[in-house]
């Protein structure tokens, strides 16, 4: 029901952009946001943004990384600069509505030379 992309291999120091689209039968989306999972490592937040576009970042992604939305679309983008090797993950994107999470089946991003 989220179908994440836009993942893939990248040097250090380059840029990626992913986005995520929720299927027509999520309604009254209220935050949006992606989280990774590196391997051996926890689930962590990336980036979080509500329905009135308030952003919440991961303190090691202010600067890099910049989360988007569009309501009507259903949608929401992580547009990611500057990264690094321990930026190496699998990225999840995950939508709230009133009473249900969601969960992307997550895209690799791969930071290396």
């Known amino acids: 029901q989220l179908q994440a992309s836009g993942g893939g291999l990248v040097q250090p120091g380059g840029s990626l952009r992913l986005s995520c689209l929720a299927s027509g039968n999520i309604f009254s989306i209220s935050d949006m946001g992606w989280y990774r999972q590196a391997p051996g490592k926890q689930r962590e937040k990336v980036a979080l943004?509500?329905?009135?576009?308030?952003?919440d970042y991961a303190d090691s992604m202010k600067g890099r990384f910049t989360i988007s939305r569009d309501n009507a679309k259903k949608t929401v983008d992580l547009q990611m600069n500057s990264l690094k090797p321990e930026d190496t993950a699998e990225y999840y994107c995950?939508?709230?509505?009133?009473?249900?999470?969601?969960w992307g089946q997550g895209t690799l991003v791969t930071v290396s030379s």
């Open positions: 995950w939508v709230r509505t009133g009473g249900n999470d969601y």
């Open positions: 943004i509500g329905s009135g576009g308030l952003t």
